[in-house]
């Protein structure tokens, strides 16, 4: 029972433009929301969060936004830059330092 | 100046063996954690530790034994491992005053022939 899901397992971008990633919940208990972006042969890396109380959070060229009536979470990066290839996983949270429920991964390459 | 290590990095070993995995956090944070990510990619938190104490345990078998001997520290003994139990370990840690962002180690693979 996958309770966090990103339904692309891969996207590709071109450098420049904007990539999307996208993440849907079913349980409505999550309160923090987090992307990380992992390299291979290294551990995830936090990338910007966003809380409940929240829809949009922005920081440099990530922005996450957060539906919670349709229980959806998006995270944007423009430009897109070759450099942010990686996979990159929502995680996300019940309460403060609680465990994290992570996505599925979406692979993103940007291409030049 | 790591965040967070972990020893060793890749680890090879023979089904019924016993072995352990080590993690240490520079990061001054009071909660430890245990991932496991499996061959399909999903990665599952397994343990949790706050100030050396136990609060997370996900339905792991027994043949996993966290332990902790300091705040700093979080480490992972593994005994009788099977072939089931190949994957990427992750140690992680956090602050616990409201903070939510986890910090991640680089993983240890774990192979069992």
């Known amino acids: 029972d996958q309770q966090v899901k990103q339904n692309s397992p891969s996207l590709s971008v071109q450098e420049g433009r904007i990539s999307i990633l996208n993440c849907d919940y079913t349980?409505?208990?999550?309160?923090?929301f987090l992307w990380y972006k992992k390299y291979p042969a290294e551990g995830p890396t936090f990338l910007i969060s966003?809380?409940?109380?929240?829809d949009k959070n922005e920081d440099g060229r990530f922005t996450v936004f957060l539906n919670k009536s349709a229980k959806h979470l998006s995270l944007h990066i423009v430009p897109s830059q070759p450099g942010d290839s990686a996979v990159y996983f929502c995680?996300?949270?019940?309460?403060?330092?609680?465990?994290?429920?992570f996505g599925t991964g979406t692979r993103l390459q940007v291409t030049l | 100046d790591t965040a967070v290590s972990q020893t060793p990095k890749y680890l090879v070993t023979q089904m019924g063996n016993d072995k352990s995995i080590k993690c240490e956090q520079n990061?001054?944070?009071?909660?430890m954690y245990w991932y496991k990510q499996d061959s399909k990619k999903f990665l599952k938190i397994m343990f949790s530790?706050?100030?050396?104490?136990?609060?997370i345990n996900e339905t792991v078998p027994n043949r996993f034994s966290p332990k902790s001997p300091d705040k700093a520290h979080l480490n992972l003994h593994i005994n009788s491992l099977e072939l089931g139990d190949s994957a990427v370990y992750f140690c992680?840690?956090?602050?616990?005053?409201?903070?939510?962002?986890?910090?991640f180690g680089p993983g240890t693979r774990l192979t069992v022939t």
């Open positions: 992680a840690s956090s602050r616990t005053d409201g903070y939510y962002e986890q910090y």
């Open positions: 349980n409505s208990m999550f309160d923090y």
């Open positions: 966003i809380s409940s109380i929240k």
């Open positions: 995680a996300l949270s019940t309460g403060t330092a609680s465990k994290l429920t």
């Open positions: 990061l001054g944070h009071d909660t």
């Open positions: 530790y706050n100030n050396k104490e136990l609060i």
